[in-house]
């Protein structure tokens, strides 16, 4: 992952597990402070929104599961990789914002 790697979870209590504590400190893997509940923060998340609009958005919208799967994949591949970097490099304000107004709605 290199050396900027930062762990990101949603504090979900199977993510605060002992083993897997004990993992993270033995890896020495960094955990990004992150209120619980935070869609705004998790950048899978904006993928997964912005896939959905573009699904949304086709003249034949995916009818089996087989078309869906198709569907995402040719989405994905079509996602602008500055997208992706946009969202991750995004991070620090995000939770910076996020911090500020006390676990609460961000405007992103």
Same mark, same amino acid.
Not at 16 to 44: F, G, H, K, Y
């Given at each position: 992952?290199?050396?900027?790697? *930062?762990?990101?979870?949603?504090? =979900? %209590?199977?993510?605060?597990?002992? !083993?897997?504590?004990?993992?993270?400190?033995?890896?020495?893997?960094?955990?990004?402070?992150? %209120? =619980?509940?935070? %869609?705004?923060?998790? !950048?899978?998340?904006?993928?997964?929104?912005? *896939?959905?609009?573009?699904? =949304?958005?086709?003249? *034949?919208? !995916?009818?089996?599961?087989?078309?869906?799967?198709?569907?995402?994949?040719?989405?994905?591949?079509?996602?602008?990789?500055?997208?992706?970097?946009?969202?991750? *490099?995004?991070?620090?304000?995000?939770?910076?914002?996020?911090?500020?107004?006390?676990?609460?709605?961000? !405007?992103?």
């Amino acid at each position: 992952m290199g050396l900027q790697f *930062l762990f990101m979870d949603d504090n =979900a %209590p199977c993510h605060r597990t002992v !083993p897997t504590e004990q993992l993270l400190e033995s890896e020495d893997i960094e955990r990004m402070d992150c %209120p =619980a509940r935070s %869609p705004d923060l998790n !950048p899978i998340e904006l993928v997964w929104d912005f *896939l959905g609009r573009r699904l =949304a958005a086709r003249t *034949l919208p !995916p009818v089996t599961i087989r078309e869906l799967r198709l569907a995402l994949e040719d989405e994905w591949a079509a996602m602008p990789q500055q997208l992706i970097d946009t969202l991750i *490099l995004s991070m620090d304000r995000r939770c910076e914002t996020c911090l500020a107004v006390r676990g609460d709605h961000i !405007p992103y």
